[in-house]
């Protein structure tokens, strides 16, 4: 009876002591893990707990994930747009750009394809074949394209878009070493490119300078792009605005300039009944759908 009480006794230290660890960062062996320790908390480490299992080749450092950020899931909505399914009312319809003979339709996610590859060959292609800003010039649309020109373009380009941008600029940043001159984009050069040369580069980059088709919307895109032209214009002598475009005819229309469309747009969202959306998925009637959204 002894014999068996000290092999229990035996028994149950020798358990206590294997579920001991010297790390004191370690609890020790545990029958059910504590939700403390749970893989989700140590994300993108490696075997910082034994429960953890990740590998070596799928783990990235802090530094490799801020140089190189991973593209959004495909399909990913972006953010400030809703995914529609169907055109089912008229104020959807306006919403979508599609009771205005004068506006153009874009995807329910605010995404437009893109048809041009990344190379020299195509970049030369879209500069000559993208011609139309697709968005008439608004102060709406241009006060966007200035915010989203300061957070993403000025810190190398400049506020003025004269390539005196803060990392650049040894007279507004002594501590500026940045050795690759940003493009001067309200030069002779610049002003006289087409749409497409700047449409283009951004969604691929140029140079050192990275895409940014994955941070802007399409939309956003031409209003940036929009912003520019202002801002070449007033370098000029011109004026690119909402009520005229003096700088060059080719790269905005002022949206002062559809009047009409803007009337007739109003009256088609008073009269416009409630669209009932098709049994089959398919367009409403009266409704039009194109493929033709590149450019």
Not at 268 to 293: C, L, V, Y
């Amino acid at each position: 009876m002894n014999n068996i009480k000290q092999i229990i006794i035996a028994v149950t230290l020798s358990l206590l002591m294997y579920s001991c660890s010297t790390d004191k960062e370690s609890t020790g062996t545990e029958y059910m893990p504590d939700m403390a320790h749970s893989v989700a908390m140590e994300a993108n480490t490696f075997d910082d707990y034994s429960y953890n299992h990740w590998n070596e080749t799928s783990t990235f450092t802090l530094g490799e994930l801020s140089k190189n950020p991973r593209l959004p899931v495909h399909g990913t909505v972006p953010r400030g747009y809703a995914g529609v399914a169907l055109m089912s009312s008229a104020d959807m319809g306006e919403q979508m750009g599609a009771v205005n003979v004068s506006s153009m339709r874009i995807s329910p996610n605010g995404s437009v394809p893109y048809y041009y590859a990344d190379n020299d060959s195509a970049r030369l292609l879209a500069t000559a074949e993208i011609i139309d800003n697709p968005f008439p010039i608004t102060a709406e649309g241009m006060g966007r394209g200035k915010e989203l020109y300061a957070i993403f373009c000025g810190i190398c380009h400049g506020e003025k878009a004269n390539g005196l941008g803060y990392l650049y600029d040894p007279d507004a940043n002594p501590n500026a070493k940045y050795l690759a001159a940003p493009a001067n984009l309200v030069s002779a050069e610049f002003q006289a490119a087409s749409n497409g040369r700047f449409y283009h580069a951004i969604m691929y980059g140029k140079n050192v300078m990275g895409g940014y088709s994955d941070k802007i919307s399409y939309e956003e895109r031409w209003q940036v792009i929009h912003y520019i032209r202002s801002l070449q214009a007033k370098e000029a002598g011109g004026v690119y605005s909402e009520e005229t475009n003096t700088f060059n005819a080719a790269f905005g229309v002022p949206g002062a300039s559809l009047p009409a469309a803007t009337e007739k747009t109003a009256m088609i969202m008073e009269e416009a009944p409630m669209q009932t959306p098709p049994a089959e998925g398919g367009p409403a009637k009266g409704e039009h759908r194109s493929d033709n959204d590149h450019q």
